[in-house]
């Protein structure tokens, strides 16, 4: 009680000007906390023309160029169970292009479609085409042994195998080719292997088809449909038909053996037609991070840590506090550089630093690929926590250290 009088009375006291000639600074500053920083580091975005040397070719077939198959086998996506067509049409062409990246076709490449189904957004229901494309981009592709197919889009996404991580590919990018046309389409499926394609499917073409090039006679339409165009045929038809050949994921016993042939203009087959732009291996793991282990809340600590890119693109790092905030996404650095954040706790206890790294593949400004996963963690303690002292309190101690007399007249003890 006689300290708070004490108080009073010296709040009016503090008009004098004992203090003025004193500057003392506050002792605890508000730290403004690191936020997600992008840079603009914005490529062209132009789509590289197709090359002027581009000689017409009548027929091509992915399946036999010059007597080599760079395709893989026909599967069965089960389709009166699950519509998991999307993820089985992306793989069916990602699977080729893997085979012709790597220039070596006798490699078994077989991704897992059930990876996509129970980890991303898909679901037996469906999915669209561009969404697929984005999500194989950004989390990569595991092999069909690391998580067979169930042709169930409730199987936990935890059931992959233990090491998935080190399977990890993913694709720099994926381009949509323009709406219609027909001689792009053609050009792209020679120059980057088997294109990923949607189309609309009709009760003459589905459950059963026993063959022959497909020309729509039914009105039924039942579902839109996602498959993989491997090749083309230009002298099938009068002047300016001809027909795709496509791959299929209805198992073998439908069409022929699994593949079908579809004339040019039926069922909307060249409104959505990508292709795919080269490998992308996620970032290793990062180094666990440095900086000081121990400190008082309310001061500012500085922590890095380095990563490389099997690719040698740029990264972009994102620490996490262990106290429910993170530092958002920092970057770019290069591949290898070290980088660094600074951040405060507000309270004692004990916090576990981690980081992780995504690498920026480009062209856009927020054109990222695949994450890698968290750093061991770096242990900081906060054993102390100081108090926060008003600035009434921090005068008043100063007057009873400068004026001691006041104590004994106060009776303070």
Known sequence: MKKNIALLLF????????????????PFQAVSKPVATFENNKLSSTVSEFSNSYQSVEVWDWRDVDGVDWTTPI?????????????????GGLEST?????????????????????CSSGSCNGWFLPSTLSWIKHNGM?????????????????????????ELIGIKNYVRLSRGDINAIQEALIEYGPLPATMEVYGDLYPEWNGGVYQQNSDE???????????????????????????????????ENGWFRIAYGECNIENSVYYLTGLNYPPNKPDQPTGQSTGEPNQEYTFSSMCIDPDNDELYYKFDWGDGNHSGWLG???????????????????????????????????????????????????????????????CFNYFIDSFPIFTHVLAFR
């Not at 595991?142 to 195998?161: F, G, H, L, R």
């Not at 001809?242 to 198992?251: H, R």
């Not at 660094?340 to 206890?349: D, F, I, L, R, T």
């Open 75 to 91: 599967q069965d996506q089960i389709q009166d169970q699950c519509g998991s067509c999307w993820a089985f049409g992306a793989l």
């Open 332 to 394: 770019p650095f290069e591949s290898g550089e070290s980088v660094a954040a600074n951040y405060s706790w507000e309270s004692k206890g004990t916090y576990l630093v981690t980081v992780k790294t995504m690498d920026f593949i480009g062209p856009e400004v927020y054109d990222f690929g695949i994450e890698s996963e968290w750093s061991d963690p770096l242990e900081v303690a906060m054993p102390k926590e100081n108090k926060k002292i008003s600035f009434l309190e921090l």
């Open 11 to 26: 709040s009016i006291f503090l008009c004098s000007s004992i203090l003025s000639a004193t500057s003392t600074a506050l």
């Open 221 to 255: 339409y039942i579902f839109g449909h996602v498959i993989t165009i491997v090749g083309f045929d230009d002298t099938w038809g009068s002047e300016d038909e001809g027909y795709w050949i496509c791959k299929n994921s209805w198992g073998e016993d439908w069409g």
């Open 98 to 118: 893997y085979k012709i990246w790597m220039n070596d076709p006798e490699l078994e490449v077989d991704f897992s479609e059930q990876y996509i189904l129970s």
């Open 142 to 166: 595991i092999s069909e042994t690391c998580m067979p197919y169930e042709a169930d889009d409730t199987v936990p996404c935890e059931s992959k195998c233990e090491d998935w991580r080190e």
